[in-house]
């Protein structure tokens, strides 16, 4: 069957459920747990891998030597530094009023881009990546009336964007949870951004295309603009002395709950333990205390009454709240993150050298003008 003719045998399954339409050596899920190139991400996290490692793991599909790492390092950092017209462009912006995300994407759209280098040296994506959350640190320290800072370049690359976040010192344990972090958002198999990316570099359209569409698509609040949601849903319930009625209320309005659910995780989503153990790590402020204590009992809640699972945008933000980071910047560093990702998928994407054009049932009806 070639697929143009009548025969053609078509499946129907809303929002793509449980069809298979790519192959992929990045990342997969399997019984609740998820590998990246196939390693299990509980062995990333528990030894200390930094995220540097784990964006080259993406992009080349094997750990790299100390000697490549340095050198990925250092070309990440080379390109943290924005041109004063970018600098002049995102304050225009900020004074317009314009949102800190959609700034983001008009100016990642302004980005020279390169060739797709996919060797050995990843020049393309890592000035990409790098230049992304320049774009993204800038965009904080001016919202927060801030001076831009440089990078340092003998830093790790995510000690780096810790620094060029917040300027003030961070301690050891901001940029060990950062890093985990980190590593925790970069790659999801098939989520709606990635195959949104993949759609796109099937086209063969250039990195920076690839990636406007994964930002695009991740903005929204069934999924990465979700973490800001439930942190806005969280200061909201904070206030309600009956949690328990406010939510069952929602429930039953068939309401959604900003960070519950999953399409692929059925038990338990690996990436929440994670980050529930950072937060009892941390040093948590009072107010972050008492959120991350409301937020557990909402989660004990929502299982007994629906069998909900949280996510991994539920518990995210008190974290970044924890080093300093405004809450409308949470899913600008999901963004940052998964960019490692999306490069890694628009590349394989690439490779494969067909278009995604998939089928619609046509449910109109038909007319004739005889
Ligand atoms: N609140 C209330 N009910 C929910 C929620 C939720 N957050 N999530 C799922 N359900 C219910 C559904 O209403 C449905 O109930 P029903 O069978 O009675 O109709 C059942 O659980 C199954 O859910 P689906 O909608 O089939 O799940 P789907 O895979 O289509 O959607 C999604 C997954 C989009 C994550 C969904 O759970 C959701 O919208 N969650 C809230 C937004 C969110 O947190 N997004 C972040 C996801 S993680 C990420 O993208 C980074």
Known sequence: ??????SIIMTHSDGLKNIIVETTELSTIINDNLYYCGYPIEDLLSDGTPFESVIALLWSKSLPTAELRCALNKSLNTHLHLSADTVLALTQGIHQGIDPYSLLISRLACFKAFPVSGGAGFDAETALLAHLSALICALHRLTQHQPILEPIQ???FHENLLYLLLGRAYTP???FHFNRMMILHADLELNASTFAVRINASTQ???VSNLLCGLATLRGPLHGGACERVWNMMTQLMQENSFEEQLQEMLNHHELIMGFGHRIFVRHDPRVSWIKDSLNHLDLTKSDQLRYQRSMEIESFLAH????????DYYSGIVYHSFGVAPDFYPLLFALSRSAGWIAHANEQRSHAHIIHPRAAYTGSFHSRS
């Open 173 to 175: 344990l901001h940029a």
């Open 1 to 6: 069957m070639d697929g143009k003719g009548d």
């Open 205 to 207: 359209a250039d990195l």
């Open 305 to 312: 009454e629906k069998g909900l699972i949280p996510n991994i």
């Open 154 to 156: 003998d830093r790790p």
